[in-house]
């Protein structure tokens, strides 16, 4: 990791496995951090004004193997956001690239772009269209629900031997969403989701994230640097191996620029 310490993992990116949270360990309630404080936590190392990643996505799909390297940006400031993601290899997918940006007063916009030139408006029915082929898809890269209001907390449970609280979110009736709800597992030690799972409105848990292995950072911060993603739809899975990034540091417009995505930020 940088010397900057840890930053955020897309995702939006952006974990959970419900393996772990049925686990014979039965989850118990037990004393902790209120749940506003809990979320205000990670929401506090999830804000940059500004962020930088390298990383691969290991995607197993039926037994057949595929890796792409990319490369993600992404800029906030106090009425918008933006987030760039982009296919660096192999040559087959080189160039492709995702830009997403969320206004406070427009919503969610973007494109897809294909190289050398194809640009594809981002339209609500692309949102579950995978990305690169991989267990993550466009909703997954741009979804930012850790700020939706009122989040209910359950009980305490453990993902990867670690104990967490369960808190869940629901889409304010605004907000366009294809889940229902979503359910984290945080650890108050780390101020980290350790587990996502994504649940359509029949109930269906869609997609499974959770962290295989954090760094601390110099400044004091966790970050994921693997993350398995499982897409229970289309059956596949998706490791995020992050191998380097900086976090809350100037990103200027001009690098979401259409030159700047032809030249694969050269």
């Not at 082929?133 to 305490?156: I, M, N, R, V, Y």
């Not at 409105?201 to 993350?227: F, M, Q, S, Y």
């Amino acid at each position: 990791m940088d010397r900057r310490g840890a930053m955020r993992v897309p995702s939006t990116f952006v974990i959970a496995v419900v393996a772990s949270l049925q686990s014979a360990q039965a989850p118990v309630r037990s004393p902790g951090p209120p749940t506003a404080d809990l979320v205000a936590a990670v929401r506090a190392a999830y804000d940059t004004r500004g962020f930088t990643m390298r990383a691969r996505l290991v995607t197993d799909s039926g037994g057949r193997e595929t890796v792409v390297q990319i490369r993600a940006l992404g800029r906030r400031d106090q009425t918008s956001s933006r987030v760039l993601y982009q296919a660096l290899w192999p040559a087959a997918a080189k160039g492709r690239a995702a830009y997403l940006q969320r206004d406070t007063r427009q919503g969610l916009s973007g494109f897809l772009f294909q190289w050398p030139d194809t640009l594809t408006p981002l339209s609500d029915d692309r949102l579950s269209e995978p990305f690169l082929e991989s267990a993550l898809c466009l909703e997954d890269l741009a979804e930012d629900f850790w700020s939706w209001p009122a989040p209910t907390a359950g009980a305490d449970a453990i993902v990867e031997g670690q104990p967490c609280r369960i808190i869940e979110f629901r889409p304010p009736p605004a907000t366009k969403s294809d889940y229902e709800r979503i359910r984290t597992c945080i650890s108050p030690r780390k101020s980290l989701a350790l587990s996502i799972e994504k649940i359509r409105r029949d109930g269906r848990i869609a997609r499974r994230l959770v962290v295989k292995r954090t760094v601390k950072g110099e400044n004091g911060r966790w970050a994921p640097v693997r993350i398995a993603v499982e897409d229970l739809e289309r059956h596949r899975t998706t490791f995020v191996e992050v191998s380097k990034g900086e976090r809350d540091i100037p990103v200027s417009l001009a690098e979401f620029s259409l030159s700047k995505i032809k030249s694969l930020g050269r």
